[in-house]
């Protein structure tokens, strides 16, 4: 597709059940993040890819978040025994390379919600 | 560790008028990036204008400009001729310019910006 894709665009999950939320960078993009935004706050960085590098996980909140990222493309956060406190719109996004000066493009998110 | 700081969370502005957002942020960087992003309802970021740290001259985008003042650590957003179109929350960001450190966006808590009609 032209843009950043995310799915499911919303889930509801009880608590203490895993969820998996799916990214599909833009074509040939080689960055992808994660990042996390609760409801009335900024975005709050999880996680970067560049090509096959070594993931730069330092905004991970819990050992129960992890993601990665399968042929250099699609990315999967996972989230194990969600807690009431993971309920937040996490936004995937892709730039073209390693450049900083690079446009970082946005997906529209997962709106999770645990219960 | 660089902060980002928008102090104000809400501000409304009439259609045609103008309106200018704040945003003030701290490092000891001399290289980096700055830039305002819209979030819609639709959740989608999108990218308004971007400024290099190196150029003294304000970036523009139609309707859009900045006064960066980077001595004072300062990155406002000016938004002429406002439309409906542009009610949105508006994230000021800033980014490392070289190679070899941390490449994420740091973010502001946001603006939400309402045009009235």
């Known amino acids: 597709g032209a843009g950043v894709s995310q799915s499911p665009s919303n889930k509801v999950t009880e608590k203490g059940k895993d969820v998996e939320l799916r990214c599909d960078p833009i074509s040939g993009h080689t960055a992808l993040y994660w990042y996390r935004q609760s409801l009335g706050q900024g975005l709050e960085f999880l996680i970067y890819?560049?090509?096959?590098?070594?993931?730069?996980k330092s905004g991970l909140p819990s050992d129960r978040f992890s993601a990665e990222r399968t042929g250099g493309s699609v990315s999967t956060l996972t989230i194990q025994r969600t807690q009431q406190e993971d309920s937040a719109v996490y936004l995937c996004a892709s730039s073209p390379g390693v450049f900083t000066g690079n446009t970082i493009y946005f997906g529209e998110g997962s709106w999770l919600t645990v219960v | 560790a660089q902060t980002v700081t928008q102090s104000q969370p809400e501000m409304s502005v009439q259609e045609a008028e103008t309106v200018t957002l704040s945003c003030t942020y701290d490092?000891?960087?001399?290289?980096?990036?700055l830039f305002w992003y819209k979030q819609p309802p639709s959740r989608q970021m999108i990218l308004v204008i971007r400024?290099?740290?190196?150029?003294?001259q304000n970036a523009t985008e139609n309707r859009f400009s900045v006064n960066f003042q980077k001595a004072a650590k300062s990155f406002s957003l000016k938004i002429s001729d406002s439309q409906l179109g542009d009610t949105a929350m508006y994230f000021c960001?800033?980014?490392?310019?070289?190679?070899?450190?941390?490449?994420?966006?740091?973010f502001g808590s946001g603006t939400q910006l309402t045009v009235l009609p």
């Open positions: 960001a800033w980014r490392i310019q070289h190679a070899g450190s941390a490449r994420q966006l740091t």
């Open positions: 890819f560049q090509g096959n590098s070594a993931p730069d």
């Open positions: 490092t000891s960087e001399n290289n980096y990036y």
């Open positions: 400024q290099e740290a190196y150029k003294q």
